[in-house]
């Protein structure tokens, strides 16, 4: 069967790289490796539609977080503006990220809502602190968001993506605690203490 | 940079694709196993890799500390970035604990950041330590499978990028140069 490397842009070897199923059927659940003799993990039966439904809030999340920094650079001015605009385009590459991690697995990825769905929950900017209030808050439910998928997901290149996605979620979060004057790094466990293993 | 035992140092290992578990041999505490993990056997040597470079962290930040550099970096100093590594020591360790094994005693260390002076060495040095741990952390997502241990492993691998987004601006550059943190070295 034909498979698809990890991004390389992950900088996973292609040796240990995990190499996935395109067009899974209904009830596939199995993953072939073909790279370099590598055997998949035992016990590690990736579960590609399970894998994509874990995906799917937190990708929805992140267009209603490309929605929610248009409205919060428009709020800001000077280089607060430009910093907001500059985390929004790493959002949209996130979504393009999470699309195309999706469709690696033979899924369907689902396209955003329109704006004002998003927009309906969001609060009044009516000044910059309100603004800069709002991307923590943006930060802190993409990191909930994110941590709750990588618990859950199946497959080795996806848990990886997502780590590298929410460790950048946790850098912009650090810079607009800093803009706002608070701790940038108030946690040594970005979204709390972990639980018991 | 300070030298590893076999006079390679751990981040060219870590460079070159040595990757956590075989860091880990480089350190002596575990026998590479080059395997996707999936067991509690491989979670134990991905775990002992990642804690003596934990430990290698905080003692890099106490360095800086006695140092007096970047007194201002997080608005706490080095000390307090050093507190949160050793957090992440305990977490890995209670982690060992779980898995049934043997905990992971601390070694003779070579000197944390080699006996570098000025401020913006130290903090490169730093930025280079961070960057390694974030790309072992990485690595350790793609052996290990999910669970708490991988959210445990994730919570600390996003604060190490806090770090790194610290010390960027401690050296003027871009907090958060890019949409993935892989631990690569900035440019």
Same mark, same amino acid.
């Given at each position: 069967?034909?498979?698809?490397?990890?991004?390389?842009?992950?900088?996973?070897?292609?040796?240990?790289?995990?190499?996935?199923?395109?067009?899974?059927?209904?009830? +596939?659940?199995?993953?072939?490796?073909?790279?370099?003799?590598?055997?998949?993990?035992?016990?590690?039966?990736?579960?590609?539609?399970?894998?994509?439904?874990?995906?799917?809030?937190?990708?929805?999340?992140?267009?209603?977080?490309?929605?929610?920094? /248009?409205?919060?650079?428009?709020?800001?001015?000077?280089?607060?503006?430009?910093?907001?605009?500059?985390?929004?385009?790493?959002?949209?590459?996130?979504?393009?990220?999470?699309?195309?991690?999706?469709? /690696?697995?033979?899924?369907?990825?689902?396209?955003?809502?329109?704006?004002?769905?998003?927009? /309906?929950?969001?609060?009044?900017?009516?000044?910059?602190?309100?603004?800069?209030?709002?991307?923590?808050?943006?930060?802190?439910?993409?990191?909930?968001?994110?941590?709750?998928?990588?618990?859950? +997901?199946?497959?080795?290149?996806?848990?990886?993506?997502?780590?590298?996605?929410?460790?950048?979620?946790?850098?912009?979060?650090?810079?607009?605690?800093?803009?706002?004057?608070?701790?940038?790094?108030?946690?040594?466990?970005?979204?709390?203490?972990?639980?018991?293993? | 940079?300070?030298?590893?035992?076999?006079?390679?140092?751990?981040?060219?290992?870590?460079?070159?694709?040595?990757?956590?578990?075989?860091?880990?041999?480089?350190?002596?505490?575990?026998?590479?196993?080059?395997?996707?993990?999936?067991?509690?056997?491989?979670?134990?040597?991905?775990?002992?890799?990642?804690?003596?470079?934990?430990?290698?962290?905080?003692?890099?930040?106490?360095?800086?500390?006695?140092?007096?550099?970047?007194?201002?970096?997080?608005?706490?100093?080095?000390?307090?970035?050093?507190?949160?590594?050793?957090?992440?020591?305990?977490?890995?360790?209670?982690?060992?604990?779980?898995?049934?094994?043997?905990?992971?005693?601390?070694?003779?260390?070579?000197?944390?950041?080699?006996?570098?002076?000025?401020?913006?060495?130290?903090?490169?040095?730093?930025?280079?330590?961070?960057?390694?741990?974030?790309?072992?952390?990485?690595?350790?997502?793609?052996?290990?499978?999910?669970?708490?241990?991988?959210?445990?492993?994730?919570?600390?691998?996003?604060?190490?990028?806090?770090?790194?987004?610290?010390?960027?601006?401690?050296?003027?550059?871009?907090?958060?140069?890019?949409?993935?943190?892989?631990?690569?070295?900035?440019?």
């Amino acid at each position: 069967m034909k498979v698809a490397p990890p991004p390389p842009e992950l900088g996973l070897r292609s040796r240990r790289g995990f190499l996935l199923a395109s067009g899974a059927t209904v009830g +596939l659940s199995t993953v072939l490796y073909g790279c370099g003799g590598d055997e998949p993990a035992p016990g590690e039966v990736p579960n590609l539609e399970r894998d994509s439904a874990v995906l799917a809030p937190v990708l929805d999340q992140e267009y209603a977080a490309i929605v929610a920094y /248009r409205a919060i650079a428009a709020a800001l001015g000077g280089e607060a503006a430009r910093l907001a605009a500059r985390f929004g385009e790493q959002e949209e590459q996130h979504a393009k990220r999470l699309t195309a991690a999706v469709e /690696r697995i033979g899924q369907m990825a689902a396209g955003p809502l329109p704006d004002d769905d998003y927009r /309906r929950g969001f609060p009044d900017l009516a000044s910059a602190d309100d603004a800069l209030a709002f991307a923590v808050d943006v930060e802190r439910t993409a990191i909930v968001s994110y941590l709750a998928a990588s618990a859950k +997901l199946s497959t080795a290149a996806l848990r990886a993506e997502i780590a590298a996605i929410v460790t950048v979620e946790a850098e912009q979060l650090s810079v607009l605690l800093l803009e706002r004057g608070l701790p940038p790094v108030p946690e040594p466990f970005v979204g709390g203490d972990p639980l018991p293993l | 940079m300070s030298i590893a035992p076999d006079g390679l140092t751990r981040a060219t290992a870590l460079r070159r694709g040595a990757g956590v578990v075989a860091a880990a041999a480089l350190w002596g505490v575990a026998p590479a196993n080059a395997a996707p993990a999936a067991d509690d056997r491989e979670a134990v040597a991905v775990v002992r890799g990642l804690i003596p470079l934990e430990r290698r962290l905080a003692a890099a930040y106490d360095a800086a500390a006695s140092a007096g550099a970047l007194r201002d970096l997080a608005g706490e100093g080095p000390v307090y970035l050093r507190d949160q590594e050793l957090r992440h020591e305990e977490a890995l360790g209670a982690a060992l604990a779980r898995l049934g094994a043997e905990p992971l005693e601390p070694r003779d260390e070579p000197p944390a950041l080699g006996g570098i002076g000025g401020e913006r060495e130290i903090a490169e040095m730093l930025l280079e330590l961070e960057s390694s741990m974030v790309s072992s952390y990485l690595e350790a997502h793609q052996a290990l499978r999910g669970g708490r241990l991988i959210e445990t492993l994730t919570r600390i691998m996003a604060n190490e990028g806090q770090h790194l987004a610290l010390l960027r601006i401690a050296v003027n550059r871009m907090p958060v140069p890019r949409a993935l943190e892989t631990g690569v070295r900035d440019s």
